[in-house]
């Protein structure tokens, strides 16, 4: 039903119908009884089985009625055909997220309002990376694998060992670079960020250093990568960035492979001159003889930063307070605009 602004997409929908689209089986982990029970509280649900394709007689009839769109991991693109079979759509909640590979410019012409689960994917991500950079600075790994092996050398200057006041550079001032600020604040650390859309006001309220890449490089213990993957970040920690970190150093990837030339860093922690943490990794999963699956100075992890597990019911939390004030005529928490897309994740 149109609400009183006509087409609704900045008033919202007086009780909108809502459809679902993800991968099979995902909305029975992702959504708790009470996200149902708020999503039919303000809207109506069209069908409770999501959508897990658009080129169906199924959902053509659910798209025919649907003001809002809540999607999830394995929901199909909004290419222009599928908008063509859901004229009232004015909002797309996505509940994950990276949204852009799932929409197109049509999206946009139809001033549809998108809104994605990001900031609330941030919060694992953030609690990784923070948990990671404090042992790092413990030394933690290279003392684990000594435990292993007495005959491993700790190749750690005393002076540098310890969480104080070490030197902390952050690559993104992202929704995870951000957080992970917030966290941080609770340590002894100095924390300073390169972002090229952060102004310096910006940095001095968020109570960090703004440096350019290459000074933070220089300047840093850790270096914790949190911008997205476009190609003005691809390979942008290269050889050049890793030589000019200091011995010991510690790098961490929670953001996306491609950001590292990953020969220049096999190099690096193989001379055991740098350590590296790597949940996200160029190609991913990594060829099964690739030596950063070996070294003791890398942590790997499969890309599990994000949220997993009961992770995922902030993402659906969020989705639906979208849904919710979309239905109530108020503005998206956080809404995905076009001109932001190549420079955000
Ligand atoms: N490992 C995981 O499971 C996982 C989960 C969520 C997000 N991620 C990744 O984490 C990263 C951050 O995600 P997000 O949602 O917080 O991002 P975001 O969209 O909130 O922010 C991206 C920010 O990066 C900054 N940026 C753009 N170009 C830059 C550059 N050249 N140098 C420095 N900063 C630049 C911009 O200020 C932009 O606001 C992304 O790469 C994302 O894909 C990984």
Redo the contacts with the bound molecule.
């Keep these: 039903m149109t609400g009183p602004t006509g087409g609704g997409h900045d008033g919202g929908v007086t009780r909108p119908r809502i459809a679902l689209a993800m991968m099979d089986g995902l909305a029975d982990f992702a959504f708790r009884p009470e996200h149902w029970a708020r999503l039919e509280a303000v809207g109506e649900l069209i069908d409770r089985r999501p959508l897990v394709a658009f080129d169906d007689d199924r959902a053509a009839a659910v798209l025919g009625q649907a003001d809002v769109l809540v999607g999830h991991w394995g929901c199909p693109t909004l290419t222009a055909e599928v908008l063509a079979l859901a004229p009232d759509l004015a909002l797309f909640a996505y509940a994950a ?2 949204v852009k590979w799932q929409v197109v410019d049509a999206v946009w012409e139809r001033d549809i309002v998108v809104t994605s689960a ?2 609330a ?2 919060r ?2 953030a609690e ?1 990376t923070v948990a990671m950079i404090v042992l790092a600075g413990k030394g933690a790994l290279l003392y684990a694998e000594r435990e292993r092996d007495p005959e491993v050398a700790v190749p750690l200057d005393p002076m540098r060992v310890g969480n104080l006041g070490k030197r902390i550079g952050l ?8 957080l992970v600020i917030e966290l941080l604040s609770a340590y002894d650390l100095q924390v300073a960020v ?5 102004s310096a006001d910006e940095a001095e309220r968020l109570g960090v250093q703004l440096m350019a ?1 290459d000074e933070l490089c220089a300047w840093c213990d850790v270096l914790s ?6 190609p ?2 691809r390979h ?1 920690i290269g050889a050049p960035q890793l030589a000019a970190l200091r011995d010991g150093a510690t790098v961490i990837n ?3 492979g491609a ?1 590292i030339d990953h020969d220049a860093l096999v190099a690096e922690v193989q001379a055991r001159r740098l350590a590296a943490v790597l ?2 990794t160029d190609p991913e999963p990594l060829p099964a003889e690739s030596p950063l699956r070996r070294l003791p100075n890398v942590i790997l992890t499969p ?5 997993m597990g009961r992770e995922v019911w902030r993402l659906a939390d969020l989705a639906v307070a979208e849904v919710e004030r979309f239905a109530a005529g108020e503005p998206p928490l956080h809404p995905v605009r076009q001109v ?1 897309l190549d ?3």
């Design positions: 997220g990276t990001a900031a994917n941030a694992p991500v990784y690559v993104g001032a992202s929704f995870v670079g951000r390169s972002d090229p859309y952060l890449l990568l949190h911008a997205p993957d476009v003005a970040t942008m929670t953001a996306r950001l949940d996200v890309h599990i930063a994000g949220a932001d420079r955000i994740a």
